[in-house]
């Protein structure tokens, strides 16, 4: 599974990768051709993969790391291990996955699953969890643009270059308020207080009244990503930030 992973990246992201195992016999069919009673598909598949890597300028390295040896990495390894072997035990019979692609799709949606849990507990990102509420959600990082993207990101995070976010990084700011109305200048004026952008405010707000039926009236309608018209309202909210010109330089 990791060599499928690396496939993906070019040699100029990753061109080295090193894999630790504790198992001597494993490492000794893969390198050392070792003869094995089973699994020989599985051997043939993995030593087909370093070497077409390999023949694509990716260096994989095996190499063996002492197995209870109070070594971190491989200790995670082992209690990973462990936890999958618990949990395969209580799987019903219809769970039990048998090929590689039912492999990765069930790791994928365990860790989807683990991810959501820690999302949702974190002490962490909760102003931008009040708009990307699910881990499974994808956004496209180029749409409307990805300048466009980023502002629109930043005004969920709240890390913006907004004056309330950077009064308290940068010290060259000396005021959090709006410079036109003399409010802190956070998302919520900026998108809906600000009389300098009235214009502009009124004319966004119309046109997602006419795609969806509604006048927004708080920041979940503007910013939350599934919602429904979501990349019509990102569109729309892009020619505001565009016309406020707020976000210019």
């Not at 069919?29 to 094995?36: D, F, H």
């Not at 629109?152 to 060259?172: C, V």
């Not at 990102?234 to 210019?248: H, V």
Request: proline letters at 2%; a negative charge; one cysteine or more.
């Amino acid at each position: 599974m990791v060599l499928d992973y690396i496939e993906s990246f070019s040699k100029e992201q990753i061109n080295t990768l090193t894999l630790f195992s504790d198992s001597q016999t494993a490492l000794g069919i893969l390198t050392l051709n070792w003869k094995s009673d089973s699994y020989h598909q599985t051997i043939n598949e993995i030593k087909g993969k370093i070497k077409n890597l390999n023949e694509h300028g990716f260096l994989i390295n095996l190499n063996w790391t002492p197995g209870h040896a109070n070594i971190k990495g491989n200790d995670e390894a082992d209690s990973l291990a462990k936890e999958a072997a618990k949990e395969a035990e209580t799987l019903a019979v219809d769970d039990i996955v048998f090929t590689k692609q039912d492999v990765k799709k069930a790791a994928r949606n365990s860790v989807t699953k683990k991810w959501q849990r820690r999302w949702e507990n974190s002490d962490t990102g909760r102003h931008y969890f009040r708009f990307h509420p699910e881990v499974k959600d994808k956004v496209k990082k180029d749409f409307p643009s990805k300048k466009m993207y980023n502002i629109i990101n930043s005004l969920r995070t709240g890390y913006s270059k907004l004056n309330a976010y950077q009064f308290i990084i940068n010290q060259h700011i000396d005021t959090e308020t709006c410079h036109h109305c003399k409010q802190k200048e956070n998302v919520q004026h900026y998108l809906f207080e600000c009389d300098l952008y009235s214009d502009a405010r009124d004319k966004l707000f119309h046109q997602i009244y006419f795609i969806t039926g509604q006048i927004p009236t708080d920041l979940d309608n503007l910013l939350t990503i599934n919602l429904p018209n979501a990349e019509n309202i990102n569109q729309l909210l892009a020619e505001y930030i565009e016309e406020t010109n707020r976000f210019s330089g």
